[in-house]
């Protein structure tokens, strides 16, 4: 997250770019960009489950970079990073403001998956 807040504020890079901006962990375990085509066979096929598949199915797809940089990009991001804290039990807990709820919460799940998160439960509620 420090690397995309050190350039929200510029032009905001290219993929290419963030490529090497962003640590290697992360890039590498992002998807491969898909095809037009692939992309058109996926949402074919995705669209063709039900409510309960697709959320599944979200649920354990991995982002592609690109997909995951859109998300994050100053006009799109709809979170804020306010604080972050390990509690005793070794549970990490993430506070972020939000523009109104509900709210596009996609691209900071992805992060954390893609670290290595096992469990992501979003609550609703003030800060402590």
């Known amino acids: 997250m420090l690397a995309i807040l050190e350039h929200s504020g510029s032009q905001w890079p290219t993929v290419e770019e963030w490529s090497s901006l962003l640590p290697p962990w992360f890039v590498g375990a992002c998807a491969p960009?898909?095809?037009r085509e692939e992309a058109e066979r996926w949402l074919a096929w995705w669209r063709s489950l039900g409510p309960a598949e697709r959320a599944r199915t979200e649920s354990e797809r991995r982002w592609t970079l690109a997909d995951w940089l859109y998300w994050l990009t100053?006009?799109?991001?709809q979170w804020f990073w306010w604080d972050?804290?390990?509690?005793?039990?070794?549970?990490?807990?993430?506070?972020?403001?939000?523009?109104?709820w509900p709210t596009a919460l996609?691209?900071?799940?992805?992060l954390l998956r893609a670290a290595g998160a096992m469990e992501i439960i979003h609550e609703e509620g003030p800060l402590h």
């Open 106 to 110: 996609g691209a900071l799940d992805w």
């Open 33 to 35: 960009e898909m095809s």
């Open 84 to 100: 972050a804290e390990v509690d005793e039990g070794g549970e990490l807990r993430i506070a972020i403001e939000v523009e109104g």
């Open 74 to 77: 100053p006009s799109e991001r």
